[in-house]
């Protein structure tokens, strides 16, 4: 029977954790951005083929840019609702901090696309 309870709890928190994916998706502009660029990576490594290596590179990518950007989203919410919307010096840096920790990820992120697919543009643009 504790299987059972144990398992019915992972479902619950899949669900919760799956709702605030798509909550965060629904409201926050920054995600939907970088969902569409997921999406670009992913068509430009079809049609270029990418190796299994690259592939695994650009995964990893996409999940420390989108996981850091849900978590950023729950830092501003929780900071807002600590400070009832209003001003305060540690909650500037607070939030401040947390999306830098997402450009973070987000150029290393574009510096590795870049790594991975400039070779294969110039490629295509000068050797065909």
């Known amino acids: ?3 059972h309870e144990g398992n019915n ?7 919760h954790a799956v709702q605030g994916i798509m909550e965060t ?13 997921t999406a670009l990576v992913i068509i430009a490594g079809f049609l270029f083929k990418i190796n299994l290596v690259e592939w695994l590179s650009i995964v990893i990518c996409i999940g420390l840019v989108i ?7 729950s830092i501003e919410h929780t900071v807002d609702l600590a400070c009832q919307k209003e ?3 540690l909650a500037k840096k607070a939030k401040d901090a ?8 987000a ?12 070779p294969k543009i110039w490629k295509l643009i000068f050797i065909n």
């Open 1 to 3: 029977m504790a299987f």
């Open 25 to 37: 998706v629904k409201v926050e502009r920054n995600i939907k951005i970088h969902m569409i660029i």
């Open 98 to 105: 947390s999306a830098g920790a997402v450009l973070v990820v």
């Open 107 to 118: 150029t290393m992120s574009v510096v590795i696309g870049m790594i991975i697919f400039i």
């Open 87 to 89: 001003y305060h010096q």
């Open 9 to 15: 709890k992972f479902t619950k928190s899949v669900y």
């Open 67 to 73: 996981g850091m950007e849900l978590l950023n989203t």
